[in-house]
């Protein structure tokens, strides 16, 4: 079908349908400075730039086969990297992955009581999420496993749970909810919408982080203290350290293997630190040493437990944590009905966030560190298929470990690799020491999680950096912190999120536009003014290199000098820049903005508008009676508004029909004459499309005369630019052929004195050397000739005459088209 035959079918439907099509201008072939709006006159510069059409979007928005074969083959990354594997990687994977299965074991087992589950499916878990996650991997770093955070969450469920289906045993219900929180994450992930944890930001997570941190710890100093008085250590914060102080006379001789435990902890890190400082060579060592620390105590207090209780096995000294299945004795089919998943569907939004925020933050801090990056969407994958597969060899709800994956990187890991070396640590764990596990005190364990959790508390000087970068974000962190030291972990991760969200959306609706003016500027080196030609470097050619026009705000909002005056660019036209982009939140008030100062700055261009106050619309009634009318003689009319888009990445309908309601309202107030609206600095074509539809870019047609005469000014650059060293070399050759043929042919030198010559309207003395190419080759550059004869083209298309590449240009044309402001004259002068 032809192309005319479709535009007839097209335009037969639009009829049928009532659509009303852009008026199409109508060329005009008369003089090139001064036509209507047309491309006729400009065959020179004829790029037509071509409207973005829906075969377009659709390619750009749905995949290709290579896409989505790419898709599935970034499912498993490391396919990309383990073709290549060496025994030099294998070392460094070798030391973390002990190193880690060496903390996990004791930190596994200590979190799985804070779940309120049986140390043993700290260790289920701690090894599934190890052994799976490499395959998805693309963070080296991250270990997965169970982390304080989720524990504490996954424990509140199952005490809840179980009040309402006693009968269902603890672990049945974490696992589940490992499955359904896995299911959730895993298909968040395989549609790419890993970004969604970008709206959460540093403040709410460090605020969530430091909140849960508080909690945790207040909970386990009951357990570290070994009170028996018994009261609730999942409430808000504030009781649990109330209850806690409250009881203290209860506390028994446990205190002493849990809070020496915790002080040994810190003294232990603190010496290594001290000693890496002292001896900075061997800085390595002390950091094993500091990071074994934790399986160091826990074997001390193991022994000591071991030698107090080995005889008292049916009545302990202390409390321990006594039997411990060997190898995988719950390894089962998850059960999954509904009335499980009832019991913590309620929790599920707090749950997921917790999985998504605590990895994600964690991968990208150390993805930074360690220069690489990783792709959110596929940890959400690789942390959603480890809690779909754990819980059948008995794993709860896992995700990144903040203070293992900092083990795990210091310690020199190669690639994702390492995590099945910490598996194999864990199944060692699990099938060879159960029985040395009986003896180890529960107070010692509380004081582990007291020490482990300690480094997720935000410290002062963070809090105080937030302060001085924004002052909101340090107090969006100060309301998360306390709303969940005064509720609970899940209150709190709601509250952070949503204060979060409703600042940023504040932020956008209330984005403030600024108006700008002209200001030239010159450089500056050291303290000499550069002049043209006079520093060696630069074009000596172009008289303005050193002097050039920018736009400033002219309140000096940005933080410029307000000594600089900034002027106004011309009496009646404006500039305004977008400063948050231009969508349907803060188009209003972007709008409203702009017509406010508009109508501040100019008159009407007939002031004589209303000769009777009831002509008056009425929220303009006019002045009081026996009070004279403001007089705005002395301010100009409005010519042009310029919108600087630079900005603005898209509009929607909702922005573009606020634009066309003002251009027909400052229409209005400017008639009989219409508005120029000029636009710069647009940076999408879809955005080029919406104007154009709305009848932008190009001058408005009036109802007497259509189109307006109007002087186009375009920018031009040129293809091929100084930068072609073919063309230039050509042009030298011809150069010396056309002046020096007989030389070149009998090898006799002119006289110096005879002649002078013109090259290319740069004359020159005739005792320079002709075989001084440089100096040919720089008089050249500077040869306005020479300029003339490279080949131009615009910019950006003709067809658009007011989408410009930039300010200078758009003021430039909205100078040249503007109509000479004319007396105020009455209407009795007539």
């Known amino acids: 079908m032809s192309a005319d035959l479709k535009t007839k079918i097209g335009h037969g439907l639009a009829k049928g349908l009532g659509i009303k099509l852009p008026p199409k201008p109508q060329a005009d072939p008369v003089t090139r400075g001064e036509s209507t709006f047309s491309v006729g006159t400009f065959d020179t510069y004829s790029y037509i730039e071509p409207e973005p059409t829906t075969a377009e979007w659709l390619s750009e928005t749905l995949p290709s086969k290579r896409d989505i074969a790419m898709y599935f083959y970034r499912l498993f990354p490391f396919l990309s990297w383990i073709t290549r594997y060496n025994m030099q990687w294998f070392s460094g994977d070798l030391i973390a992955g002990v190193t880690v299965g060496a903390v996990v074991v004791p930190q596994g087992m200590a979190y799985a009581k804070l779940a309120e589950l049986p140390v043993e499916y700290g260790l289920y878990s701690s090894f ?108 808000a914060t504030y009781m649990i350290i109330i209850n806690t102080l409250k009881h203290l006379p209860s506390a028994t001789i446990d205190a002493a293997m849990g809070v020496s435990a915790c002080a040994m902890l810190y003294i232990i890190r603190s010496a ?244 700008l003016g002209r200001v030239t500027i010159h450089s500056v080196l050291g303290d000499h003014l550069l002049e043209d030609g006079k520093t060696g470097y630069g074009d000596a050619s172009n008289s303005n290199t050193f002097q050039r026009t920018i736009f400033l705000p002219v309140n000096h909002a940005d933080g410029s000098n307000p000594d600089v005056e900034v002027e106004q660019p011309f009496p009646g036209i404006f500039i305004y820049r977008f400063s948050e982009g231009f969508n349907y939140p803060n188009a209003n008030h972007y709008t409203d903005s702009l017509v406010a100062t508009i109508f501040q700055k100019t008159r ?127 042009i030298v050759n011809n150069e010396q052929a056309h002046i020096h043929p007989a030389d070149i042919e009998s090898g006799l030198k002119r006289d110096s004195h005879t002649v002078e010559r013109e090259t290319h309207g740069i004359e020159e003395s005739s005792d320079s050397s002709i075989n001084d190419d440089d100096k040919l080759q720089r008089d050249l550059k500077r040869s306005k000739a020479y300029q003339k004869r490279r080949a131009m083209a615009v910019v950006q298309g003709v067809n658009r005459p007011f989408f410009h590449i930039d300010l200078t240009s758009a003021l430039e044309s909205a100078l040249a088209n503007s109509p000479e402001e004319e007396p105020i004259s009455r209407p009795e002068d007539a």
């Open 128 to 235: 599934m999420g190890v052994l799976l996650y490499w395959f998805f991997a693309t963070s080296k770093d991250i270990t997965i496993g169970p982390v304080a955070v989720m524990s504490t969450v996954v424990g509140t469920v199952v005490i809840e749970a179980q009040k309402q289906i006693p009968d269902v045993p603890a672990h049945i219900i974490a696992s589940a909810m490992a499955i359904i929180c896995g299911g959730i994450v895993c298909f968040l992930g395989l549609i790419r919408l890993g970004f969604i944890v970008d709206f959460i930001p540093l403040p709410a997570i460090t605020a969530f982080m430091t909140g849960s941190a508080l909690n945790i710890i207040s909970g386990q100093v009951s357990t570290m203290l070994g009170e028996t008085a018994h009261f609730d250590t999942r409430g």
């Open 272 to 515: 290594c630190n001290y000693a890496a400082r002292k001896y900075p060579q061997r800085a390595k060592l002390w950091f094993f040493v500091s990071t074994l620390r934790t399986v160091f105590v826990i074997l001390f207090y193991t022994m000591i437990s071991a030698a107090v209780n080995l005889h008292r096995r049916d009545n302990p000294r202390f409390s321990v944590l006594g039997h411990v299945p060997r190898g995988f004795q719950h390894a089962a089919v998850p059960v999954l009905n509904a009335r499980i998943i009832k019991t913590f569907v309620s929790q599920l939004p707090a749950a997921v966030i917790v999985l998504l925020i605590e990895h994600i933050a964690i991968s990208k801090s150390f993805g930074r560190v360690n220069n690489y990056t990783i792709d959110p969407s596929q940890e959400l994958v690789a942390i959603g298929v480890a809690n779909l597969l754990g819980p059948f060899l008995g794993a709860y709800p896992a995700t990144g470990s903040f203070s293992r994956t900092a083990i795990k990187s210091k310690a020199g890991v190669r690639t994702p690799l390492a995590g099945v070396i910490t598996a194999l640590v864990v199944l060692l764990a699990i099938y060879a020491l159960p029985a040395l596990f009986w003896y180890i005190p529960k107070a010692s364990l509380a004081g582990v999680i007291i020490h482990a959790v300690g480094d997720l508390i935000t410290p002062p000087n963070v809090v105080y950096q937030f302060w001085r970068v924004s002052p909101l974000d340090a107090i969006i962190f100060f309301i998360g912190v306390f709303v969940t030291i005064f509720t609970s972990i899940e209150i709190g991760v709601y509250c952070t999120v949503c204060v979060s969200v409703a600042v940023l959306l504040f932020r956008v609706a209330k984005a403030r536009g600024q108006f």
């Open 604 to 730: 009407r261009t007939n002031p004589f508008l209303y000769s009777h106050p009831g002509d008056r619309p009425w929220n303009n009634p006019g002045p009081r009676k026996g009070h004279n009318e403001e007089d705005k003689s002395d301010l100009p009319i409005l010519k042009a508004v310029i919108l600087d888009f630079s900005s603005v990445n898209n509009v929607d309908v909702t922005s573009i029909q606020n634009l066309i309601d003002i251009r027909n309202q400052l229409d209005l107030y400017a008639s009989p004459r219409t508005v120029q609206w000029h636009f710069a600095h647009i940076n999408n074509r879809w955005t080029k499309r919406a104007l154009s539809a709305a009848g932008f870019g190009y001058p408005t047609p009036t109802s007497e005369d259509g189109f307006h005469r109007w002087r186009p000014i375009f920018s031009v650059a040129e293809i091929e630019g100084r930068a072609s060293a073919a063309a230039l070399a050509e």
